[in-house]
Protein backbone atom coordinates (compact mmCIF):
# COMPACT_ATOMS: atom_id res chain seq x y z
CA UNK A 1 0.00 0.00 0.00
CA UNK A 2 1.51 3.45 -0.99
CA UNK A 3 1.85 5.86 1.81
CA UNK A 4 0.89 9.87 1.76
CA UNK A 5 2.32 11.91 4.42
CA UNK A 6 1.10 15.36 4.67
CA UNK A 7 3.28 17.79 7.00
CA UNK A 8 0.31 18.86 9.63
CA UNK A 9 1.30 18.43 12.63
CA UNK A 10 3.13 21.62 13.01
CA UNK A 11 -0.72 23.00 12.30
CA UNK A 12 -2.17 20.46 14.81
CA UNK A 13 0.46 20.88 17.59
CA UNK A 14 0.16 24.61 17.05
CA UNK A 15 3.88 27.17 16.78
CA UNK A 16 6.56 26.78 19.40
CA UNK A 17 6.04 30.76 19.92
CA UNK A 18 3.37 32.63 20.58
CA UNK A 19 3.80 35.29 17.85
CA UNK A 20 0.89 35.60 15.46
CA UNK A 21 2.06 34.42 12.34
CA UNK A 22 0.07 36.94 10.90
CA UNK A 23 2.16 40.00 12.77
CA UNK A 24 5.54 38.24 12.09
CA UNK A 25 4.54 38.09 7.93
CA UNK A 26 3.05 42.03 8.18
CA UNK A 27 6.65 42.98 9.62
CA UNK A 28 9.01 41.12 8.03
CA UNK A 29 10.32 42.29 4.52
CA UNK A 30 11.00 38.12 3.40
CA UNK A 31 7.73 38.02 1.22
CA UNK A 32 8.61 34.94 -0.13
CA UNK A 33 9.35 33.09 2.80
CA UNK A 34 6.41 34.08 4.23
CA UNK A 35 4.46 33.43 1.52
CA UNK A 36 3.29 37.39 1.13
CA UNK A 37 1.84 37.47 -2.37
CA UNK A 38 0.88 41.18 -1.80
CA UNK A 39 0.71 44.20 0.47
CA UNK A 40 -1.73 47.14 -0.28
CA UNK A 41 -2.02 50.58 2.00
CA UNK A 42 -3.32 48.94 5.81
CA UNK A 43 -3.30 45.06 4.15
CA UNK A 44 -1.90 41.92 2.81
CA UNK A 45 -2.21 38.90 0.99
CA UNK A 46 -0.77 35.44 2.03
CA UNK A 47 -0.71 32.03 1.00
CA UNK A 48 -2.37 29.41 3.55
CA UNK A 49 0.32 27.27 4.61
CA UNK A 50 -2.10 24.48 5.24
CA UNK A 51 -4.24 25.32 2.23
CA UNK A 52 -7.63 23.42 1.57
CA UNK A 53 -7.17 24.27 -2.25
CA UNK A 54 -4.34 24.88 -4.34
CA UNK A 55 -3.83 29.04 -4.41
CA UNK A 56 -5.83 29.27 -0.70
CA UNK A 57 -5.05 33.39 -0.14
CA UNK A 58 -6.06 34.66 2.97
CA UNK A 59 -6.51 38.51 3.09
CA UNK A 60 -5.76 40.65 6.39
CA UNK A 61 -5.02 43.80 7.89
CA UNK A 62 -1.43 44.45 8.80
CA UNK A 63 -2.15 45.58 12.15
CA UNK A 64 -3.03 42.69 14.84
CA UNK A 65 -7.24 43.01 15.08
CA UNK A 66 -9.43 39.96 15.89
CA UNK A 67 -12.93 41.41 15.69
CA UNK A 68 -14.49 43.13 12.36
CA UNK A 69 -16.22 45.73 14.40
CA UNK A 70 -12.80 47.01 15.34
CA UNK A 71 -11.77 47.31 11.86
CA UNK A 72 -11.56 50.88 10.16
CA UNK A 73 -13.37 51.93 6.89
CA UNK A 74 -9.91 51.87 5.29
CA UNK A 75 -8.99 48.49 6.77
CA UNK A 76 -12.17 47.33 5.44
CA UNK A 77 -12.38 48.77 1.98
CA UNK A 78 -8.71 47.61 1.63
CA UNK A 79 -9.74 44.13 2.67
CA UNK A 80 -12.33 43.77 -0.06
CA UNK A 81 -10.44 45.64 -2.39
CA UNK A 82 -7.23 43.35 -1.81
CA UNK A 83 -10.06 40.23 -2.28
CA UNK A 84 -11.12 41.59 -5.76
CA UNK A 85 -7.79 41.21 -7.14
CA UNK A 86 -6.91 38.00 -5.21
CA UNK A 87 -10.22 36.50 -6.86
CA UNK A 88 -8.88 38.16 -10.30
CA UNK A 89 -4.84 36.82 -9.72
CA UNK A 90 -6.76 33.14 -9.14
CA UNK A 91 -8.48 33.19 -11.84
CA UNK A 92 -5.95 34.01 -14.33
CA UNK A 93 -3.38 31.90 -13.00
CA UNK A 94 -5.68 28.77 -12.21
CA UNK A 95 -8.72 29.26 -13.79
CA UNK A 96 -10.73 27.71 -10.95
CA UNK A 97 -14.73 26.92 -11.90
CA UNK A 98 -15.95 28.69 -8.35
CA UNK A 99 -14.67 30.10 -5.15
CA UNK A 100 -14.82 30.14 -1.55
CA UNK A 101 -14.60 33.15 0.50
CA UNK A 102 -14.75 34.10 3.50
CA UNK A 103 -13.92 34.55 7.42
CA UNK A 104 -14.21 32.54 10.45
CA UNK A 105 -14.38 34.87 13.64
CA UNK A 106 -14.06 33.41 17.02
CA UNK A 107 -12.09 30.22 18.01
CA UNK A 108 -15.88 28.35 17.53
CA UNK A 109 -16.44 29.39 13.89
CA UNK A 110 -13.41 27.69 13.22
CA UNK A 111 -10.67 30.68 13.49
CA UNK A 112 -7.50 29.14 13.89
CA UNK A 113 -6.15 32.61 14.18
CA UNK A 114 -8.94 34.48 16.65
CA UNK A 115 -6.72 37.31 17.26
CA UNK A 116 -6.16 38.14 13.72
CA UNK A 117 -8.99 38.60 11.44
CA UNK A 118 -8.41 37.42 8.10
CA UNK A 119 -10.91 36.66 4.97
CA UNK A 120 -10.33 33.16 3.28
CA UNK A 121 -10.20 32.81 -1.07
CA UNK A 122 -10.24 29.29 -1.79
CA UNK A 123 -10.65 28.09 -5.10
CA UNK A 124 -13.08 25.30 -6.17
CA UNK A 125 -12.79 23.16 -9.17
CA UNK A 126 -15.62 20.46 -10.09
CA UNK A 127 -14.81 17.26 -8.79
CA UNK A 128 -11.57 18.66 -6.23
CA UNK A 129 -13.25 17.13 -3.24
CA UNK A 130 -12.90 13.17 -2.68
CA UNK A 131 -12.23 10.45 -0.64
CA UNK A 132 -8.70 11.55 0.61
CA UNK A 133 -9.95 14.05 3.47
CA UNK A 134 -12.42 11.66 4.84
CA UNK A 135 -10.61 8.19 4.87
CA UNK A 136 -6.81 9.45 5.08
CA UNK A 137 -7.18 12.86 6.71
CA UNK A 138 -5.40 14.43 4.05
CA UNK A 139 -5.50 16.57 1.15
CA UNK A 140 -3.52 15.62 -1.93
CA UNK A 141 -2.20 19.34 -3.79
CA UNK A 142 -0.56 18.80 -7.20
CA UNK A 143 2.24 21.56 -6.46
CA UNK A 144 4.01 22.73 -3.56
CA UNK A 145 3.47 26.12 -1.72
CA UNK A 146 6.46 27.29 -3.12
CA UNK A 147 5.62 26.93 -6.82
CA UNK A 148 1.82 27.98 -5.94
CA UNK A 149 3.72 31.44 -4.87
CA UNK A 150 6.18 31.73 -7.85
CA UNK A 151 2.74 31.28 -10.35
CA UNK A 152 0.37 33.56 -8.56
CA UNK A 153 2.41 36.34 -6.72
CA UNK A 154 2.69 38.13 -10.66
CA UNK A 155 -0.87 38.25 -11.21
CA UNK A 156 -1.21 40.33 -7.94
CA UNK A 157 0.62 43.17 -9.27
CA UNK A 158 -1.08 42.99 -12.65
CA UNK A 159 -4.77 42.73 -12.11
CA UNK A 160 -7.31 45.50 -11.63
CA UNK A 161 -11.04 45.01 -10.91
CA UNK A 162 -14.20 47.58 -12.75
CA UNK A 163 -14.63 50.38 -10.42
CA UNK A 164 -18.60 51.07 -10.03
Known sequence: MERLFRQRMEYLTGPD????FLCRSASSSDDETNL?????????????????NTGHVMVSP???VGEIEALTRQELTEIMDLCLKGVAALRAAFSPEGFNMGAN??????????????????PRWE????FMPVVAGSKV????????YRRLRP???DVTHAEP
Not at 17 to 20: L, S
Not at 105 to 122: D, E, N, Q
Open 141 to 148: LPETLEET
Open 62 to 64: LRH
Open 155 to 157: YFS
Open 127 to 130: GDTN
Open 17 to 20: DAEC
Open 105 to 122: LGRVAGAGVPGHLHMHLV
Open 36 to 52: VLHREGSCMAVLNRYPY
